[in-house]
């Protein structure tokens, strides 16, 4: 299962699901990615941690789970960022909680 609502991700470790980003400008007309741009999804058990439970990178608007990228993840509440590198401007748009859920179907290799 993969669900967002307000920001909240909610996904269910080992499932695939594919996030698309729509950023807007200022004037609240949509943001149109230039070449060079880069987005970055960094997820952490808690902002402060030193490394990254999920650091998935895109240069277009669209980032995509994999079953590989939540294996051995344990389930539980997380926090996200979504990071826009525009030239040497950075910009944050989004800071929200991420939330992985059981699985039922699992082999030994996946974690718990």
């Not at 594919?18 to 950023?23: E, F």
């Not at 880069?38 to 990254?52: G, I, Q, R, S, Y």
Request: glycine share 6%; aromatic share 8%.
């Amino acid at each position: 299962m993969f669900h967002v609502h307000n920001n909240c991700i909610q996904l269910t470790r080992g499932d695939s699901a594919t996030l698309t980003v729509n950023l807007t400008n200022a004037d609240g007309t949509p943001y149109e990615m230039a070449a060079g741009d880069v987005l970055e999804l960094t997820v952490k058990k808690d902002a402060n941690d030193p490394e990254a439970a999920i650091s998935l990178t895109a240069s277009d608007s669209t980032f995509a789970f994999l079953p590989e990228t939540t294996e051995g993840m344990a389930f539980g509440a997380y926090r996200y960022d979504i990071q826009l590198t525009h030239g040497s401007e950075v910009y944050t748009p989004v800071v929200s909680t991420f939330t992985l859920t059981e699985e039922v179907t699992w082999s030994e290799s996946s974690g718990e």
